[in-house]
């Protein structure tokens, strides 16, 4: 569906094809305001030190866990090996982003943040599962755990991912590879918590299956977030039409706003990326003075009311369909 276009605005020029002999096919349109997250240097900033932070922990949890026989830590610090990787991923993908369109892609990379939030999201799949797995096996036989050095480490590690929370917080912009890396941080930061209250009930009880049972919660939390994502992502992946627009509403405003129009169909609404509608359709103009005007009016409109920025429209008579 998704056509590829050279950048060029608002030329007409002649259509042949579909059976419409002399159709006209309006350029397309890419002013007005735009509803899509920015790519901005903030964004990788707030990215790469909440990499950084968490780079610098991870492999200290992972040692711990294992010293301390705690599988809380150790689930929390491969999610921090994982959380690491994608933060990196995270800032590649907004670097790209910033790239123009080139004659290789037309669109531009708009898409890759999309595609890493995805990509994350499959990796915390796979984390929840393995944590799953570990914990049915920890529960039928518990093993002992250091309940003060669990202590210690994921104290730290609370602090780390506190750290990571607020640098994405504060200098993200709501997007999903924002919101996508947000997630792996706030489960990291669950599951320190999660650690920490294991350890003060094991050292005062000695009930060491509390450690897999909060394990298995932590990685429940992670699965909900994580559908979410994978669900909103792949939809703009697949190209499947906005939620937010209802095509027939759309269609209506069209014909009530708009003199010398009297039919719209073969709608096609798809994102490109978060925010970044584009849209196709044929338009039947009442007679052939308002072929050339009619486009126009419906790209301000679509731009204006609807928030589409990137229109291609076909145009015929009433006498011509």
């Known amino acids: ?4 276009h050279n950048g060029e605005t608002g030329d007409g020029h002649e259509h042949a094809g579909g059976g419409h002999s002399g159709h006209k096919h309006s350029g397309h349109d890419h002013s007005g305001h735009d509803h899509a997250p920015t790519v901005n240097d903030s964004n990788a900033r707030a990215v790469a030190w909440a990499g950084l932070l ?12 294992w010293l301390a026989g705690s599988l809380a830590l150790m689930a929390d610090a491969v999610h921090m090996v994982t959380d690491a990787a994608s933060l990196g991923l995270a800032w590649w993908a907004f670097q790209q982003a910033k790239k123009p369109a080139d004659a290789r892609l037309t669109y531009g990379r ?10 994350n999201a499959i990796f915390l799949l796979g984390v929840t599962a393995w944590i799953c797995i570990e914990a049915a096996e920890r529960f039928a036989k518990p093993e002992k755990v250091l309940a003060g050095p669990m202590f210690i480490i994921a104290v730290i590690g609370l602090a780390v991912n506190i750290g990571a929370f607020l640098i994405l917080q504060r200098g993200g912009d709501g997007s999903l590879n924002i919101r996508s890396a947000i997630l792996h941080v706030l489960g990291d930061l669950l ?9 003060v009930i094991i050292y005062f009880t000695n009930w060491y299956p509390i450690d897999p049972i909060l394990s298995v919660f932590v990685a429940l939390l992670i699965l909900r977030s994580a559908v979410t994502i994978l669900r909103q992502s792949s939809h703009i992946l697949l190209e499947g039409a906005p939620t937010d627009i209802d095509r ?5 405003d069209l014909l009530a706003a708009i003199p010398g129009l009297s039919d719209v169909y073969h709608i096609h609404l798809w994102s490109l990326a978060e925010g970044k509608v584009n849209a196709t359709m044929h338009a039947v103009v009442s007679s052939e003075k308002f072929a050339e005007t009619v ?22 008579t009433a006498s011509e369909t």
């Not at 968490?54 to 866990?65: P, Q, T, Y």
């Not at 731009?303 to 015929?316: C, F, K, P, Q």
């Open 110 to 119: 708009d898409r890759l943040p999309v595609l890493i939030a995805y990509s």
């Open 1 to 4: 569906m998704t056509e590829p």
């Open 54 to 65: 968490i780079a610098s922990f991870m492999f200290a949890e992972l040692i711990g866990g």
């Open 191 to 199: 599951g320190s918590v999660a650690a920490i209250m294991a350890a």
């Open 248 to 252: 027939e509403a759309m269609k209506a």
């Open 295 to 316: 486009p126009g009016e419906m790209r301000a409109r679509l731009r204006d009311e609807h928030g589409i920025t990137h229109v291609t429209i076909e145009v015929s």
